[in-house]
């Protein structure tokens, strides 16, 4: 099978439930946002030290559940390919709150704001960190301009979306904490 088909040489695209829309259309915009967060949760993953093996068996959940947040962001809720969706669970923004408040009791509390950065590693955990509340502003415009303010599973990623945020940024605290780097804080 062939990476390339040149269905989208004219500036259209599939979505996942067979509609040919712009590739600027604010769905694939959406879901677009959603692939490049996930590609970079595989650089963050990547430089995480092996050792620690909880943070690494995160960060591979929250791909697999970016994938089936993609799916849903791909297929219009009038589809029929929609039964065929893999759910995403309110139970997966519940799992990480309780990673967050793991990983925030190893860590000193918070008295000020951060600058992010600090370790490699810590740095592209912020850069995905931001990546997500761009997801999630996008995710918000979706909803509005195809008017689903009401979709269940469209509530439930925007919830995951911005507890994943709230994971990354104690995550990148906890990765420069473990390598050795204090919070820079903001004056």
């Not at 990623?157 to 990765?175: E, K, P």
Request: hydrophobic share 45%; with cysteine.
């Amino acid at each position: 099978m062939k990476v390339y088909t040149g269905g989208g040489d004219k500036g259209k695209t599939s979505l996942f439930s067979g509609e040919r829309v712009a590739k600027h259309h604010v769905r694939i915009d959406a879901y677009g946002d959603m692939d490049e967060l996930n590609s970079l949760l595989g650089v963050v993953c990547a430089l995480v030290p092996a050792a620690e093996t909880r943070l690494i068996q995160d960060m591979e959940d929250m791909q697999r559940n970016l994938f089936v947040a993609g799916a849903w962001l791909s297929t219009t809720p009038d589809s029929p390919v929609i039964k065929h969706l893999t759910p995403l669970s309110a139970d997966v923004a519940k799992d990480l709150e309780k990673r967050i408040d793991a990983i925030s009791g190893m860590l000193p509390p918070l008295k000020a704001f951060i600058l992010p950065g600090g370790e490699v590693v810590a740095a592209w955990a912020h850069v995905a960190r931001t990546v997500c509340r761009r997801c999630e502003r996008k995710l918000t415009l979706l909803i509005e301009v195809e008017k689903m303010q009401e979709n269940e599973q469209l509530a439930a990623i925007q919830v995951y979306l911005n507890r994943l945020s709230d994971y990354l940024f104690v995550a990148a605290r906890y990765l420069n904490q473990l390598l050795g780097r204090e919070d820079l804080l903001w004056k």
